[in-house]
């Protein structure tokens, strides 16, 4: 610092009076200023000298882009809906919003048949493709259609949440949307309380702005499976509004949206065979990890009783450092198809002699994603990319119709596939998958002129079955369990049959238990054995979930579930348990169970009578069988039985969870949203007020399903 000193006193006398004032006073003061220049400079510089911006730098946010012929048409060059319907002149869009891919299938078959059916250039979109306030401009002589799927508590897909944001400023930002013709289709469960909550949401928002609504506003239920009859209906209702607007219908023919191409050609063989990578829709992102194999590293039967099997597998992350996972969190499963289904196919198609020679498959059209990763083999499509276990729709029969091998095959195809009623009768009675159906209208024999595209178009890709994870990441951060209650219908027949759940039985599979039931699992080879470890192995991934406990350990709990609804909560009492054994203060918990039999499938039991010996009046249980005795008593019943017990603990501050079926998640709002009124003398509107508050708080939470 005495160098700076002196150099100021040596600079020529019009300069000195100015940096005199500059002379540091102590060398902690000369430091400042050294960093100070320093960091001055750096600001000055940057860009320029340093951190020059790196002009690929867009491409590390890229999806790579798939090759031999099947290159992904989702990655659009704009972003701007209209300027992409004007350059390629479409007369329409189908907007899809999907979350298990049954909208973004059902815009597919919608589009292929506009083309097909009536000439328009109709294109395919994926909400998340384009920006919302794009939509805005679509010219008047176009229209756009959305189908619109709700999912858990009245959410969006997560391909729908910038439409959704969207929507919800409409208002406020005062858009005009009266250029905007449009149709919508929702997708949802009756059993849910927010049914189709998106689609009446997104549609009100557009008719307030000034949208024209060219048809009523249509619903497909999936309580009672109707969402392809529903569809179906609605489609019709579509394509009178298509007459009526002038277009001519003309005799649909079959046009493939895939070239499919068996091939010996070195490269691709070599490429095929390196093994399968994952589905080819699955992206990883902030909220969902990559697909990997998981080892099991241990299992047990919780119960079993008749034909149904819970079990419960402890799961190995120690080889996948890049996948973690927080209590509360969810485990997608990507089940692989059993192999008798396999071989039952590739019989009916008399293709079993070509299951493992390598095939090409390329979208003919530009708006087509590819379904299968490729080159791959028929082997390979049929046990990880394609849901062949699926049941088939009334649609298929009357598609199939035109390849049938005989005039008999074709005869019982159209007969059923126009009778809704006679569809009705036969896959009540029978499990009707596609390789099924193809053996059903022709015994003797297979179908050559049945196009492999026709087979990839129609089969749905297969999806991830997500499992609340039943473990604590802070008592087992590198070991996820799952509990899964191994599902089997029985049909009557004749001949008597057992459709199998395919990702319960997946999982049973790889837990390496033996059923005491009568019923036989199918058989899934290739389900998974680690080279390395010797032990089996699923394929899955990790998504995050809100569904969490609050920060505050002194919070008290109440916790509602009936069945594998008690996976979550399993995690939460033992991390409860945790932290009281360190000394750390708890909150008060209240924990409803509900399932059939104390004796049969009350899972966890020792478990759970272990914390309330150690927590004491910390933990208050009660639990509800439906099948102990002649009274039936669910859990929605011990709700209302104490109801005030559970609004206390609301009023004091408690976070209240749900998991389970999402009827028994309806009763047990009912149940509480009735004992608040009473208890509190509020009108409906006031209670819908109050719920509603603690919802927003995150106060009151739900994990249902179907």
């Known amino acids: 610092m005495e160098t700076i000193g002196i150099w100021i006193e040596d600079l020529p006398a019009p300069f000195h009076p100015v940096l005199q004032a500059l002379r540091p006073s102590s060398p902690a003061d000369g430091v400042a200023l050294i960093l100070f220049l320093l960091s001055s400079f750096a600001c000055l510089t940057r860009g320029r000298l340093w951190q020059k911006p ?64 009536f000439g328009l250039r109709a294109l395919i979109a994926d909400l998340s493709d384009y920006d919302a306030g794009s939509i805005a401009s679509i010219s008047h002589s176009r229209f756009a259609v959305f189908l619109l799927s709700t999912y858990g508590e009245g959410d969006p897909s997560d391909n729908t949440t910038g439409l959704w944001d969207w929507v919800k400023r409409l208002d406020s930002d005062k858009v005009s949307l009266a250029g905007l013709r449009y149709i919508a289709l929702g997708l949802g469960n009756s059993k849910y309380k927010y049914y189709n909550h998106v689609l009446d949401v997104i549609t009100s928002a557009f008719d307030a702005a000034g949208a024209t609504a060219l048809l009523p506003r249509a619903r497909c239920d999936d309580a009672s499976g109707g969402t392809e009859e529903d569809f179906q209906a609605w489609k019709e209702d579509v394509f009178a509004m298509l007459r009526s607007m002038g277009h001519e219908e003309r005799s649909a023919e079959y046009q493939p949206s895939f070239e499919v191409q068996f091939t010996d050609d070195p490269g691709l063989v070599d490429s095929a065979g390196a093994g399968h990578k994952g589905s080819v829709h699955y992206q990883p992102s902030s909220t969902c990890s990559a697909i990997v194999s998981l080892p099991v590293k241990s299992s047990k ?11 419960h597998l402890e799961l190995d992350l120690a080889g996948s450092p890049d996948v973690h996972y927080k209590t ?27 299951r493992n020679e390598v095939v090409t498959v390329a979208a003919l059209r530009d708006n087509t994603k590819p379904k299968v990763s490729s080159p791959t083999t028929l082997e390979s499509i049929f046990r990880y990319d394609l849901d062949i276990c699926g049941p088939v729709s009334r649609q298929v029969f009357l598609e199939l119709a035109r390849f049938a091998p005989c005039t008999e095959a074709k005869t019982m195809l159209l007969e059923v596939g126009r009778d809704r009623e006679k569809y009705a009768q036969l896959t009540s009675k029978t499990h009707i998958t596609f390789a099924r159906l193809l053996q059903l209208a022709s015994p003797s024999l297979n179908w050559p002129n049945l196009p492999l595209s026709f087979v990839i178009e129609t089969l749905l890709p297969l999806q991830p079955r997500y499992y609340s994870i039943s473990s ?36 049973f599979s790889a837990s390496n238990l033996t059923a005491r039931s009568l019923i036989a699992p199918p058989t899934f080879n290739q389900t998974s054995r680690d080279p390395g470890l010797g032990r089996s192995s699923i394929r899955a991934h990790i998504r995050k979930s809100k569904f969490k406990l609050p920060i505050t350990s002194s919070t008290p709990l109440i916790l509602i579930c009936a069945g594998t609804g008690f996976a979550p909560f399993r995690a939460f009492l033992a991390e409860r348990l945790k932290l009281a054994t360190i000394g750390k203060p708890i909150g008060k918990m209240l924990v409803f169970f509900g399932c059939r039999h104390p004796d049969t499938d009350y899972i966890y039991r020792d478990e759970l009578e272990h914390a309330k010996e150690r927590l004491y009046d910390k933990l208050e249980l009660y639990t509800a069988f439906s099948r102990e005795s002649e009274e039936k008593v669910y859990v929605q019943d011990r709700v209302a039985q104490h109801a005030a017990r559970v609004l206390e603990l609301l009023d004091a501050g408690a976070s209240m969870y749900i998991c389970g079926k999402a009827s028994m998640a309806r009763e047990v709002d009912m149940r509480i949203e009735a004992a608040v009124k009473v208890a509190k003398g509020l009108e409906e509107a006031e209670m819908k007020a109050w719920t509603d508050a603690l919802k927003k708080r995150g106060k009151w939470k739900a994990d249902v399903w179907g």
């Open 472 to 507: 604590s990441s802070v008592i087992s951060p590198r070991c996820a369990a799952i509990t899964a209650l191994v599902v089997n219908k029985h049909l009557p027949g004749p001949p008597a049959a057992t459709v199998h759940g395919l990702t319960s039985n997946y999982l």
């Open 54 to 117: 790196n002009p690929f730098h867009h491409i590390y946010f890229e999806r790579p882009q798939l090759q031999n012929g099947t290159t992904n048409s989702r990655a659009a060059s704009t972003r701007n809906i209209a300027e992409r319907l004007e350059k390629h002149k479409n007369e329409l869009v189908i907007f899809w919003g999907s979350q298990s891919g049954t909208s973004e299938r059902f815009a597919e078959t919608l589009g292929r048949e506009c083309s097909t059916r």
């Open 301 to 311: 039967d919780l119960f079993t009783a008749g034909d149904r099997n819970c079990v």
């Open 328 to 354: 509360g969190d969810h485990i997608g499963v990507w089940p692989v198809n059993p192999a008798e289904e396999i071989d039952r196919l590739l019989d009916a198609l008399g293709l079993q002699e070509k």
